[in-house]
RNA sequence: GGAGAGGUUCCCGAGUGGUCAAAGGGAACAGACUGUAAAUCUGUCGGCAGCGCCUUCGGAGGUUCAAAUCCUCCCCUCUCCA
């Protein structure tokens, strides 16, 4: 295996912490190898917060090594306590079923599931038919709890109370660990770097059970420059399904992004070589931006694929103009090759039927239909603050919709500088 | 099981009979400034047909002209003891 992988990992900044990096380095340099990643089925799609684990999961693919995902179908009915100050809310096994499938096409999207290069796997598998006596003997026994009490992740919930349930997430997950290695070979777990805890649990497991070495890796935590979750914005947080987070907005999400955190975002969410981030970062003024619609059409373009990122990118230089119309900034990004000319408009949008027109439907009805805002309340407030507009012009005050309020069928709403969307009549 | 502390609007956190839709901070939203950034400043920040009504302070009852605030029961969390 030629490529460095673990090196590039390093380079992008993707590796917070890691197990034997020697070791672990030349694992991986010698021969294919299979990893995995835990992934919680809390919701029905993942969002730009598990696009990480993705991305590194990929990168590794690329290099020829085989990714498992683990779906944590069993633990989620468990509560992970790492990170968290309080206990989380169970899901019902018909849910994490649920959400496993919509997490499961997600994945797809983005690694070969063919001829077994990866593989995805529910943890209820083995979790489920535990047998308690069994458990505490062969794994439990393994354990300590003075360690575990250690653990930062415990130490932080021992504070404000944690329940037996939770305490025992780590021999759980270090029992995936255990499975895996056992039935797939798999050596290697990865996580985010709160999962430290569990990653060397498994470990020590591992060495105690099969007398084999096995390696982890963890990624480092995505924060706002002021330390706040990543990936979260006015709707919420910025999910990967498009029903969730339109294209555009996903695409806006990233353009928006900090220019401090530019660098950082360029390494972990592209594949551009490491060389042209670098200079892409160092770029001041309206190069600085340039490099924004670069990170954000790249990482539209892997979530939502070339054609719909070429669609979000024209549709916001539309509305926004380009930041390097002469195209002098270098990339190797395909952005490059978007023709402006047929910028078309590709904003969010729903159809209105005429007789719903009819009822005498208002600006303030109708932004709420749009669900740009949640309330009347709030709606008048933005027109009040001269944040709502029609068509590009600022309203007033609230007033009834008029068929001469469209043109050529649509009438543009927008929130605020940067939201839009558009409402249709059917011809 | 015993003793104590506590559960407040998205989060943290004041409030212990009317002046409370509830201080303050954070987040968020809008505006100004900018580079569709950050920082800063200003405004907003339960809902509604807007100084009036409705819903909210763990849950259910009760006292009172009036309760987040008092009483009863219940649920949950924490601390100490057993």
């Known amino acids: 295996m030629s490529h460095d992988v673990y090196q590039e990992l390093g380079e992008r900044g993707l590796i917070y912490q890691s197990t034997d990096a020697d070791g672990l380095r030349s694992l991986l340099q010698k021969s294919p190898q299979t990893f995995y990643i835990g992934f919680d089925p809390t919701a029905d799609s993942l969002h730009v917060g598990s696009l990480i684990p993705i991305i590194v999961m990929m990168h590794l693919q690329k290099a020829g090594h085989r990714p498992i995902a683990i779906l944590g179908g069993g633990t989620a ?85 944690l329940s037996f349930i939770e305490f025992n997430y780590m021999l759980l997950q270090a029992y995936d660990f255990h499975v895996l290695c056992k039935e797939q070979n798999c050596r290697i777990q990865m996580g985010g770097q709160d999962q ?48 969730r987070t339109s294209v555009l907005d996903f695409y806006q999400f990233w353009r928006n992004c900090e ?65 390097d119309p002469e195209l002098k900034i270098e990339t190797s990004s395909k952005v490059r090759d978007i023709s402006l000319q047929a910028a078309e408009e590709n904003l969010p949008s729903l159809e209105l039927d005429q007789a719903e027109l009819e009822t005498g439907m208002t600006l303030v009805d109708l932004f709420i239909k749009t669900g740009l805002v949640k309330s009347k309340g709030q709606t008048r407030r933005l027109i ?44």
């Open 77 to 161: 009915m468990v509560g992970d306590p790492s990170g968290k100050t309080e206990m989380r809310l169970m899901l019902t096994p018909a849910k994490i079923v649920e959400n496993g499938k919509g997490i499961a096409a997600q994945l797809a999207r983005f690694l070969d599931f063919n001829d077994d290069k990866c593989r995805l796997i529910n943890n209820a598998d083995w979790l489920s038919e535990l047998k308690y006596v069994d458990f505490l003997r062969d794994i439990g026994r393994h354990f300590s709890v003075n360690r575990m009490l250690t653990a930062e992740s415990y130490k932080q919930r021992l504070e404000t109370g």
């Open 196 to 243: 430290w805890g569990n990653i060397v649990a498994g470990i020590d497991l591992i060495r105690r059970t099969q007398s084999l070495d096995a390696y982890g890796i963890t990624f480092p935590l995505l924060t706002t420059s002021n330390g706040e979750k990543f990936g979260k914005t006015a709707g919420g947080a910025v999910w990967l399904a498009a029903e």
């Open 259 to 323: 220019d401090s955190e530019l660098e950082k975002l360029l390494n972990f969410f592209t594949f551009l070589p490491v060389s042209e981030i670098k200079y892409l970062a160092q770029l001041q003024e309206s190069g600085i931006n340039r490099a924004k619609e670069i990170l954000a059409y790249e990482v539209t373009a892997l979530v939502h694929g070339q054609e719909a990122a070429a669609t979000a990118y024209k549709t916001a230089v539309s509305r926004f103009g380009s930041a």
């Open 384 to 427: 009040e603050q001269g944040g709502a507009y029609l068509n590009d012009v600022r309203i007033g005050k609230d007033r009834p919709i008029t068929p001469n309020d469209f043109k050529e069928n649509i009438i543009t709403l927008r929130a605020g500088k940067k939201r839009y969307f558009q409402v249709r009549l059917p011809h």
